[in-house]
């Protein structure tokens, strides 16, 4: 069965330390991996997206690394923001169904001051 | 370029009345995605739809749930005779080509329409 499970569940971390979030999954055959986030009230916005090939993408302070061997993902969040204080949720889309995607579960994450 | 617009933004219904929840793409997206999610939880799927398409509405409840892509006009979500457990947020996405196709391609996400039955 395609899952996708995230951990931690929540994480509170002070304003300037770096966090670490861990995605591992089970879809097959995989074609790529998201990471969005979300923010309370608001839609998911896209942070990253990485096919087969890539095991590594960054985008300003998030670096998502992907190991499709061992079917694992992390997002590195470096000297946090209070602004960062969101959902963080894992999207993986398998080639068989094309078209839908399988959706984390999120990581509630937030910064203190 | 606008971005997905999706309206209302908040929408109170009494329990057995109507909810239309309406949303228009980005501009060039012919991909329409609808999602639910309930407080605390995370999103799930409910129907893909192409213009004038129902691609997959496996994630939709059978009952009161329907959704239209028309040739002209915003993408609709209807939910009849609403009751209390339909109080969620409802987002919509919309992505330039099918999912898979010609490689991986975004979901933009519109800010979401909440419904609340009373």
């Known amino acids: 069965k395609n899952q996708v499970e995230q951990s931690p569940q929540s994480l509170i971390i002070l304003e300037g330390k770096n966090c670490t979030l861990q995605?591992?999954?089970?879809?097959?055959?995989?074609?790529?991996l998201r990471w969005y986030k979300q923010d309370t009230g608001r839609g998911p916005v896209s942070l990253t997206i990485m096919t087969f090939s890539e095991n590594t993408k960054s985008n300003g302070r998030y670096t998502a690394t992907l190991d499709a061997d061992t079917k694992q993902s992390s997002l590195h969040i470096t000297a946090s923001q209070l602004s960062d204080s969101a959902s963080y949720i894992c999207v993986v889309s398998s080639m068989d169904s094309n078209y839908q995607l399988i959706w984390g579960a999120g990581t509630k994450l937030i910064i203190k001051p | 370029n606008a971005g997905v617009m999706q309206n209302p933004r908040h929408l109170v219904r009494r329990r057995g009345q109507e909810a239309r929840l309406r949303c228009s793409p980005m501009?060039?997206?012919?991909?329409v995605y609808w999602y639910r999610q309930l407080p605390e939880e995370g999103l799930k799927f409910m129907v893909y739809l192409q213009k004038e398409n129902i691609i997959d509405e496996s994630g939709m409840p059978k009952e009161r749930f329907s959704a239209e892509f028309p040739k002209e006009g915003p993408s609709i979500l209807r939910i009849q005779q609403v009751v209390r457990g339909d109080s969620a947020a409802y987002f919509c996405?919309?992505?330039?080509?099918?999912?898979?196709?010609?490689?991986?391609?975004?979901?933009?996400f519109g800010a979401g329409s909440r419904l609340t039955v009373l």
């Open positions: 995605c591992n999954y089970t879809v097959s055959p995989f074609s790529n």
């Open positions: 501009k060039g997206h012919s991909h």
């Open positions: 996405a919309s992505s330039p080509r099918r999912q898979g196709q010609s490689g991986a391609n975004v979901l933009t």
